[in-house]
């Protein structure tokens, strides 16, 4: 049986780096979002309709394959709540990973916008993210989607019953993973690094 942890908030807020923190201290995999946009943009071209169908296969396979062999993994994914078709994709993979004998983990993380635009350029985060390094863009995107999408559940919002949320902004990413590892009492795999993060 295979466990998923989605780690979910607004562009910037700091996703990348704690599921990268959850991943070294537990030893599960880890696909960030941008690991299949990368990769679809590269061979069909940035938003175009091969691109958009390319990312969803993408991560749709990877989906079905860490449950067909028992691969926990960690997915970064940034939500527009006020949408509905989001908690619908949200609650199929949840289905999935259940329905496979596992748990399904949802950690939603919240910054002020003063925070995630500063954590927009770090260094880390351009070296991961090449579709990032026009900053000008970037930063437009940022802004823009903060202004038109929900990218946070309301206070009392609760979609999931492993559903918690964490206000990084004053917190280091080793902190988070902690207090996510705590709270869902999870337990480390026993791998080889290879295994979970080969040539990273």
């Known amino acids: 049986m295979a466990n998923l942890i989605v780690v979910c908030g607004p562009q910037a807020v700091g996703k990348m780096t704690v599921a990268e923190s959850i991943r070294d201290k537990i030893k599960y995999n880890l696909m960030i ?25 993408f991560r749709e396979k990877a989906f079905e394959l860490a449950v067909k062999h028992n691969v926990d993994l960690i997915f970064t994914y940034v939500c527009a709540f006020e949408v509905p078709q989001e908690r619908e994709y949200l609650t199929g993979l949840a289905d999935l990973f259940e329905a496979g004998g596992g748990e399904f983990y949802f950690v939603e993380l919240s910054a002020d916008i003063e925070t995630r635009l500063a954590r927009n350029a770090t260094p880390h985060r351009m070296e991961r993210k090449p579709s990032k390094r026009d900053a000008a863009w970037s930063k437009s995107n940022l802004l823009s989607d903060t202004e038109k999408h929900r990218l946070n559940s309301n206070s009392d919002e609760f979609w999931f019953k492993n559903h918690i949320k964490i206000d990084n902004t004053n917190l280091e990413p080793d902190e988070v993973a902690d207090m996510v590892i705590e709270r869902f009492g999870l337990k480390a795999n026993d791998k080889e690094e290879k295994e979970y993060r080969f040539g990273m």
């Open 33 to 57: 979002n941008h690991d299949s946009i990368e990769v679809s943009d590269k061979i069909f071209g940035f938003g175009t309709p091969a691109q958009k169908e390319f990312n969803a296969f």
